[in-house]
Nanobody, 129 residues
Framework: QVQVVESGGGLVQAGGSLRLSCTVSGLTFSDHAMGWFRQAPGKEREGVSCINRNGGIAYADSVKGRFTISRDNAKKTLYLQMNSLKPDDTAMYYC???????????????????????WGQGTQVTVSS
């Protein structure tokens, strides 16, 4: 059974930083691309960042230069370092593995999250102005 557990969210002032973590069990973590996604109230889920099996990385334009994704395959853990946070970053943050036809890669449509599965409970990030 695959389990995904996100942690590290919280309340922070604009300009502050947070580091999110995501642990995965029940699958071979190192074989899968991993993505961070977020969903704000009343909005659709959107991709924030994705990291391939081999370390290749993609970011949404809105977070480039502020967020850094990384992975530790030995610990089966995904990270998202978030700096210079803005109120617009307020959302529930989720991580998920790519579980579809080419699970090692993020793919060109990663931001739509359709190839990703095994969603956890998420971790809330709230940025005050």
């Amino acid at each position: 059974q695959v389990q995904v557990v996100e942690s590290g969210g919280g309340l922070v002032q604009a300009g502050g930083s947070l580091r999110l973590s995501c642990t995965v069990s029940g699958l071979t973590f190192s074989d899968h691309a991993m993505g961070w996604f977020r969903q704000a109230p009343g909005k659709e889920r959107e991709g924030v960042s994705c990291i391939n099996r081999n370390g290749g990385i993609a970011y949404a334009d809105s977070v480039k230069g502020r967020f850094t994704i990384s992975r530790d395959n030995a610990k089966k853990t995904l990270y998202l370092q978030m700096n210079s946070l803005k109120p617009d970053d307020t959302a529930m943050y989720y991580c998920a593995p790519n579980t579809q036809f080419a699970p090692a890669w993020c793919g060109s449509n990663w931001r739509a999250s359709v190839d990703f599965g095994y969603w956890g409970q998420g971790t809330q990030v709230t940025v005050s102005s």
